[in-house]
């Protein structure tokens, strides 16, 4: 047994751990990072945020998606894709990944403890490995938990590693579904049903809303719908399951009036749940709230002060992008470094195909809160740049205070929304109005000029008309 001490200790090397322990090393700390896993990464690499997307890019790629929508009345070269094609892409990404992490921790004198982690006080961590064994104790001026989460597991679905999955078994399926059922229409379950369609998988969505991704801008969603619709997803909503049943070839979902999906697999995409069963939190006096999550305060401080809590084991939002912010914020405040409350407005990323992204206010939120506001709307079909690059399906939908012309909220979907999003982040950041838009000279053609184009739909349509 290893005795350790450290200025910081982190439990978990996913986004929140990783950019809590770098920054912590950045202000002169000495860290420890325990990790149960082999190689750093959380499962934001091993299991979320980056193999999913990486699936997705192959897909893309290997289907020729976006050459399909240009030549739509042409004929498309047949392809062939085996879960080996994928598979070779998501290797690749994920072993570059962990090597670059690797690098890190090494270039910032980070030490990687591998073992499972928990509490014998509040500046004592033990770390056992795999046969529970005792192999380190570490001590920590301050500690950090970012222990992440995992797929909610109810004992009465039978997982198994073929026929009834999560996103996690998913990425060990050994050949592609023809049909395949998605219990669950969230952001795991929407974006892995729009891949699976594209590949050609038939694909049926099942969620007790009456909407796929309910909390969009409805106006967005029904986009969505129809661009799903387009590549053969069905969606069945205002539906509850009653069963879901494993066979030797099938599986079946059954609902209370008698109707049954068959599908070649299940993927249940009904959340996920905070990792604190191993950590021993009661020894420090920690409990979790009555969804599972650890309790912290606007510095993501747990109830015990030196002991910080960050990512998915302190519950929504839950994202890589919110984590790693809320690890960076909480070792600035755990060594007294100067450092700001988490931002009110963040770009949400959502990675369906088509994909979405929005900031701020939902035109419902605003109808809600009584904003006066008007809407300013540009469509794919009106941007050059998309119509060079195919003809996809999209539109840009920004919200303004109709008076004082402030942005309240943009929302897109269509090619690159996750990325150009980030030029109406910064606009709302620095409080700008709409007419910054109209103002500026962009780059053309570019999926940008949406930004224009919305804006100029927007502005005509209120009094100070230019
Ligand atoms: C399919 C899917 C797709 C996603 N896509 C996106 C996306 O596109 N964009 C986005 O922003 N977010 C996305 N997310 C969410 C994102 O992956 C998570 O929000 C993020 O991984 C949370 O980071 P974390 O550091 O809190 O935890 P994690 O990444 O879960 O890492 C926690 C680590 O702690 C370790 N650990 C747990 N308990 C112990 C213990 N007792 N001792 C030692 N180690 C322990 C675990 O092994 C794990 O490595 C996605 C999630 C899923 C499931
Ligand atoms: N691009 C991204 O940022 C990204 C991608 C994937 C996952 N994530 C993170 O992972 C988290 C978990 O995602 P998720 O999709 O598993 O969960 P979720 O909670 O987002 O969605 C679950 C869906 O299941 C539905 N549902 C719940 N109970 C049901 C029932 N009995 N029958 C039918 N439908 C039911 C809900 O209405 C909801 O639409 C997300 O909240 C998000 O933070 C983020």
């Not at 202000?27 to 990464?41: A, D, F, Q």
């Not at 997705?56 to 392809?79: C, G, M, W």
């Not at 030196?306 to 992008?321: E, H, M, Q, R, T």
Request: charged share 20%; net charge negative.
């Amino acid at each position: 047994m290893e005795e350790l001490y450290a200025d910081l200790v982190v439990i978990g090397s996913g986004p929140a751990g990783q950019k809590g322990a770098i920054q912590a090393a950045k202000l002169g700390k000495s860290v420890v990072i325990i990790e149960k896993y082999p190689t750093p990464g959380g499962s934001c690499l091993h299991s979320g945020t980056i193999p999913s997307k990486s699936l997705r890019e192959a897909i893309l790629n290997l289907t020729d998606f976006h050459k399909k929508s240009y030549y739509a009345k042409q004929e498309v070269p047949a392809y062939d894709i085996s879960i080996n094609d994928l598979n070779y892409c998501l290797n690749q990404v994920t072993e570059e990944q962990v090597g670059q992490f690797q690098k890190q921790f090494e270039r910032n004198e980070i030490k990687w403890v591998q073992g499972l982690a928990h509490f014998e006080g509040p500046n004592q961590i033990a770390v056992l490995d795999e046969n529970h064994h005792l192999t380190h104790m570490v001590t920590g001026e301050k500690i950090l938990i970012a222990t992440g989460s995992k797929p909610r597991n109810p004992k009465n679905v039978p997982f198994d590693k073929e026929r009834v999955l999560d996103s996690t078994r998913l990425l060990s399926i050994d050949q592609l579904p023809k049909k395949m059922i998605v219990l669950g229409g969230g952001i795991i379950g929407s974006e892995y049903a729009s891949f699976f369609a594209a590949l050609g998988t038939e694909v049926i969505v099942v969620d007790k809303k009456e909407q796929i991704l309910p909390y969009l801008d409805k106006e967005i969603g029904m986009h969505l719908q129809n661009a799903l619709g387009t590549i053969g997803l069905k969606f069945l909503g205002n539906r509850e399951f009653e069963e879901i049943t494993r066979h030797p070839d099938r599986v079946e979902l059954r609902f209370s009036d008698g109707m049954v999906l068959k599908g070649d697999v299940l993927l249940y995409a009904l959340g996920r749940v905070a990792n604190v069963d191993h950590l021993h939190i009661e020894n420090v006096g920690i409990s979790v709230d009555s969804k599972g999550y650890i309790p912290v305060n606007a510095l993501f401080q747990t109830i015990v002060p030196n002991i910080y809590a960050v990512g998915d084991v302190i519950g929504g939002p839950s994202l890589a992008s919110t984590s790693m912010e809320q690890g960076r914020l909480a070792a600035r405040h755990a060594f007294g470094a100067e450092t700001h409350h988490f931002p009110t407005f963040y770009p949400i990323g959502i990675y369906t195909i088509p994909e979405i992204s929005s900031c701020g206010y939902t035109e419902e939120q605003l109808k809600k809160l009584g904003f006066r506001y008007e809407v300013g709307r540009a469509y794919y079909y009106e941007i050059s740049k998309n119509t060079i690059a195919g003809n996809d399906p999209g539109m840009f939908k920004i919200l303004f205070h109709a008076d004082t012309l402030e942005i309240l909220g943009i929302h897109i979907i269509g090619r690159e929304a996750t990325e150009v999003i980030h030029i109406g982040q910064v606009a709302m950041t620095f409080n700008a109005k709409i007419d910054y838009f109209i103002d500026q000279v962009f780059n053309y053609p570019t999926y940008a000029e949406g930004y224009r184009i919305a804006a100029l739909n927007g502005f005509n349509k209120v009094k100070h008309r230019k």
